[in-house]
């Protein structure tokens, strides 16, 4: 019997949220056999239409209380997300609603309407990184975690944003129907199968550009030049301050030591070479400065919590 998966839309959603996991389950009933598609899809709302941008309208299935209840029950994000969690209808239909499906899923702030149903207390949930603080005030009693493109606890699956709602339809599409169809449809969206939930979403070198301050210049530089000597010393005397000096004002302005910074640029530069390249890694520990194979291995499973082979054979590209 086909799985039905619903979207429920508002004005102001994001199209790519609810539009990138729903071209998903579309692929996966491509690929199956036409006579027994495994997934019957709709796209509702509150009322019968969302704006979802000027001049854009979505015309939808109005969600009622006769709604049939579906298996699966998706909510995408968007700046609309808070007035649609207003809307009287909210409290009368779409919680009453929620509980009756078999799974609940989020993409990006969608979670905060998961969260507005009391589904999610006491759950690990996650969202977009912008939105972590709003959320942590707003849902004290939801375990908000940091990172991770997405997250699964019981029937209730919640997701990073943007195109990782992709990687969580796939991780369903993989549970449902099994690898080999997740990987067609994978492929057919030129997207890799599969980014695991467990994968940050956004590296540290991105992270460390929003922390940068007066240190943007200096993290440039460590990253162009990680084999080279990035002791304490070597770093403050090209910041022109003392030791003392420059670990009290680097870690005001980033949060964090320079010898971490250091070791986050190395593991990251050794993360990006084994998803990207066949290097071994011997070659890959000397080229971030590592220096050997074992310091590269003990680091990155201190620093991932998997070795550098299993990363490599969970996330590699095809190269």
């Not at 009933?29 to 019957?40: C, E, G, L, T, V």
């Not at 309208?57 to 109005?62: A, F, N, Q, R, Y």
């Not at 972590?132 to 005030?137: P, W």
Request: aromatic share 10%.
């Amino acid at each position: 019997m086909a799985k039905t998966i619903q979207f429920i839309t508002f004005s102001q959603a994001n199209l790519i949220d609810f539009a990138g996991p729903l071209e998903v389950f579309l692929t996966a009933n491509f690929y199956s056999d036409p006579k027994a598609q495994p997934y019957k899809l709709s796209i509702t709302s509150l009322d019968d239409t969302a704006t979802l941008a000027d001049n854009a309208d979505l015309h939808t299935i109005p969600l009622e209380r006769s709604s049939p209840a579906p298996h699966t029950l998706i909510v995408p994000g968007g700046p609309g997300i808070h007035s649609f969690c207003r809307n009287p209808r909210f409290n009368t239909i779409f919680k009453a609603h929620a509980e009756k499906a078999i799974r609940l899923v989020s993409v990006c702030t969608g979670v905060f309407a998961l969260a507005a149903t009391g589904q999610l207390k006491g759950r690990e949930a996650t969202t977009h990184w912008s939105a972590y603080a709003e959320f942590e005030q707003s849902f004290p009693d939801v375990l908000l975690k940091r990172g991770p493109i997405f997250v699964n606890d019981g029937h209730i699956w919640t997701s990073a944003g943007v195109t990782s709602g992709i990687d969580l339809a796939l991780a369903l599409v993989e549970i449902d129907l099994g690898h080999a169809i997740a990987l067609k449809v994978a492929k057919h969206l030129v997207v890799f199968l599969k980014r695991p939930g467990d994968q940050n979403q956004f590296s540290t070198s991105l992270d460390m550009q929003t922390k940068s301050g007066n240190f943007s210049d200096l993290h440039a530089w460590v990253q162009a030049n990680l084999v080279s000597d990035l002791s304490i010393k070597a770093l403050a005397t090209r910041m022109h301050m003392t030791e003392r000096t420059f670990i009290r004002r680097y870690r005001e302005s980033t949060g964090i030591t320079p010898r971490k910074m250091v070791e986050q640029f190395r593991i990251d530069a050794a993360r990006s070479f084994l998803i990207n390249t066949s290097r071994p890694l011997k070659e890959i520990a000397y080229i971030t400065g590592l220096g050997h194979e074992a310091t590269l291995i003990r680091k990155f499973s201190s620093f991932f919590g998997v070795t550098p082979n299993e990363y490599r054979g969970r996330f590699k590209s095809s190269f």
